[in-house]
């Protein structure tokens, strides 16, 4: 995950993600929350990295970051549709 931050990073160098973000989320936003339970990965077929997205334990927020070479394809469509469930008012 920190790897596709690096790469798009050589992309977007203005990227308002970075790297250190991640561990940030991980450990302290994440604190009584399995990690499991908060990250989607997306891959190829190959397992390579095309997108993921951290899910946050209060209601309704989420970090979606997708891979460049993903950007604006059908890929990133279905990350979008697959993220909007975690955007959905508990009822």
Not at 56 to 61: G, H, L, N
Not at 79 to 90: G, K, N, V, W
């Amino acid at each position: 995950m920190k790897q596709l931050l690096v790469e798009i990073l050589k992309v977007k160098p203005h990227s308002t993600y970075h790297p250190g973000d991640l561990d940030w989320r991980c450990f302290t936003v994440s604190a009584g929350y399995p990690l499991q339970a908060m990250i989607r990965l997306w891959v190829d077929e190959r397992d390579d990295l095309l997108g993921w997205l951290f899910i946050y334990p209060s209601p309704r927020r989420l970090d979606l970051v997708v891979h460049p070479n993903v950007s604006g394809t059908e890929i990133e469509a279905q990350m979008l549709t697959d993220a909007e469930q975690y955007l959905r008012p508990s009822s």
